[in-house]
């Protein structure tokens, strides 16, 4: 019988021993108390409480933790009301303040960040609020984290997950925004019209230049070839009155050695004629009586010729 009472005292020791015996896990602290106050925060490894002396208050997380609440309803500046939900990421860096600062941390956070987030959008108009998002958010997480520094939190980002402006606000919006998008339409359908008709007529003023061009480099073209036409055509009368010229000279040598007198005088008559005319005329009128002596002067050439 005695056996069996110490087999139950160690039995107990043994349990009140191991139940005592507490391992802190990763990313984890134990905030305990002896007699009722602060005694000390466990960190990662195992460790040993005095049964009923001391006591595990709170077992607290250090990893990063997310609150998404629920839509709050907001009036902005400008008296509009609209619902807004929040996301909050934060994380316990003090387990003793976060256990001793204040009564319900959760509670405490949720209602600070309503709080926060009205006083904001309180100083905002419609506008602002729905393009102000970035600075929105930094506002919220730099008050926030300011105001649960005593309580052993810091949060690290704030998240405005959804603006809900009332139905009849989003119509008209809605309304402003296709309103705003034809008109930037127009605009682009104006601009390109007012492209391609300026493309159009420089088009035509380059073509118009380009023809106007053409038509002088081709009247160039016709005057020069003209010019030298005429030039020609003069070179050919001055070589062919040069021809004649030099046939009656050698006719006029031939018949003052053959011809009669008479003859001779008529021949010089025609030789005068010519000089008269100063190669400069293209035609030359003979007198009827004379035109038999030229006849005969080209048989005396011919006949000079032969013999």
Known sequence: MEWLIILAV?????????????????SRAYVIERLGAFQAVWGVGIHFKIPF??????????????????PQPVITKDNVTMQIDTVVYFQITDPKLYTYGVEMPMAAMETLTATTLRNII?????????TSRDIINTKMRAILDEATDPWGIKVNRVELKNILPPQDIQSSMEKQMKAERDRRQAILQAEGQKKSAILIAEGERESAILRADAEKQAAILRAEAEKEAAILKADGEAQAIRTVQQAMADSMA????????????????????????????????????????????????????ES
């Open 122 to 130: 309180g100083d905002l108009e419609l506008d602002q609020t729905l």
């Open 254 to 305: 031939m018949l003052n050695e053959k011809a009669p007198n008479d003859q001779v005088v008529k021949l010089k008559a025609i030789q005068a004629m010519e000089k008269v005319a100063d190669g400069k005329a293209t035609k030359i009128i003979i007198p009827s009586e004379m035109q038999g002596l030229v006849g005969m002067a080209n048989g005396l050439v011919e006949g000079v010729k």
């Open 53 to 70: 002396i001391d006591r595990i208050a709170r077992r607290v997380s250090l990893k990063e933790q997310v609150l998404d609440y629920p």
């Open 10 to 26: 160690i039995v107990i020791l043994l349990f009140i021993i191991i139940s005592n015996i507490s391992v802190v896990q990763q």
